[in-house]
């Protein structure tokens, strides 16, 4: 049975906030794209009833972390629902290739794989449904990874509408700095009252990202990564950051600028992709990277 399992990176090709909510949270409307690119993790079915990390983070409690508390989330679930298996555990190791406050869902995408993989490697039954449910408790971004196909997201991102964008090249590239979501969502400059779009609107227009503005204003280093890729490619800010894309039809056409780029710029070239890499794991159309 497979071992390692993609837990890949998703981009926000638009993101605007259409007001605030009385529980503090933002209503948002953005599209969701996942990348052929991403972390790995290894699971490794046990069977002593315990969860194990075997690469915690450093400063991140096991207790606190997604991955950790994804496993425990399905193992209680299944045990209500009388489906888990006798004394199943696991220990999970993951390789990370993105970065933390980098607006790629990387935390979101560990705790959806570890939902979908251990669903299927425990054998627990339980429906993507269900396991969004879960994953939404975890957090807003966990379910389209669960669900693993391209969607626009409303709400707080847990509306998700299955749909088809273009699959281009992105350059991907980190400033170097981590952007807390919260200092965002907090600032009193942000914009919050875009108007709401239908999505054959949004998808016809012109693409932006709301918290693009305070992003650069309040990180120098955002600001100068972007207005860099601005002279090569249509470019832009994912999610709250800190990571920007620069999207490219072809993959030569994204590394050429990539062969470019100033010292401090840390980037990748990726492919867009509809389908999510885990999703083409599960069904064994593809393998992990």
């Not at 906030?17 to 996942?34: A, K, S, V």
């Not at 449910?133 to 669960?146: E, S, W």
């Amino acid at each position: 049975m497979r071992k390692r399992w993609p837990s890949p990176a998703k981009l926000n090709l638009f993101l605007y906030i259409t007001g605030r909510r009385e529980d503090g949270y933002h209503n948002l409307q953005t599209l969701f794209q996942f990348l052929d690119y991403g972390d790995t993790l290894s699971i490794e079915p046990t069977n002593d009833g315990q969860i194990r990390l075997a690469t915690p983070i450093e400063g991140v409690p096991d207790e606190e972390n997604l991955i950790v508390r994804a496993a425990r989330l399905l193992q209680d679930t299944a045990l209500l629902m009388g489906t888990l298996p006798q004394g199943a555990g696991a220990e999970i190791s993951v390789e990370k290739r993105l970065p933390m406050g980098g607006g790629l869902g990387g935390g979101s995408s560990n705790a959806a794989t570890v939902l979908v993989a251990l669903n299927h490697v425990w054998n627990t039954g339980l429906t993507e449904d269900q396991l969004a449910a879960l994953g939404i408790t975890l957090g807003a971004d966990v379910p389209v990874f669960v669900r693993g196909f391209a969607a626009f997201a409303e709400g707080v991102g847990e509306k998700l509408t299955p749909v088809s964008p273009p699959e281009k090249w992105y350059l991907v590239a980190h400033p170097g700095v981590s952007i807390p979501t919260p200092v965002i969502f907090k600032d009193p400059e942000l914009p919050r009252n875009t108007p709401i779009r239908s999505i054959d609107t949004l998808l016809n227009c012109e693409f932006g990202n709301d918290c693009e503005v305070i992003a650069r204003k309040r990180f120098r280093k955002v600001d100068e990564l972007l207005s860099w890729l601005l002279e090569y490619a249509p470019s832009r800010l994912t999610g709250t950051g800190a990571c920007v894309f620069a999207e490219f039809d072809t993959e030569n056409a994204a590394r050429q600028v990539l062969k470019q780029a100033p010292e401090w710029l840390h980037g990748f070239v990726a492919r867009g992709v509809n389908v999510s890499p885990l999703h083409q794991a599960i069904s064994g159309q593809a393998e992990y990277w």
